[in-house]
């Protein structure tokens, strides 16, 4: 069963140091709170953060 962590914010280190304790082969797939799943297709940097921007899985 997969543990599911809800996080309020989080800066750009903390999703790295994360993500080092997975499979670097690994795809990252993005599920909102509806179950719909997106993958990342680039980022964006703004005044007011990083801005993942997403392409819809099929």
């Known amino acids: 069963m997969e ?4 996080i309020d ?3 750009v280190q903390e999703l790295i140091q994360e993500l080092y304790s997975f ?3 690994l795809p990252i797939l993005i599920r909102d709170a509806d ?7 680039g980022f ?3 005044s007011k953060g ?3 921007i ?3 899985e099929e």
Do not use: L
């Not at 543990?3 to 809800?6: F, G, I, L, P, W």
């Not at 179950?35 to 297709?41: E, T, Y």
């Open 35 to 41: 179950g719909q799943v997106f993958s990342i297709a």
């Open 44 to 46: 964006e940097a703004g």
């Open 50 to 52: 990083v801005i993942i």
């Open 54 to 56: 997403v392409n819809e």
């Open 3 to 6: 543990t599911e962590t809800a």
């Open 23 to 25: 499979p670097p082969e």
């Open 9 to 11: 914010q989080m800066t």
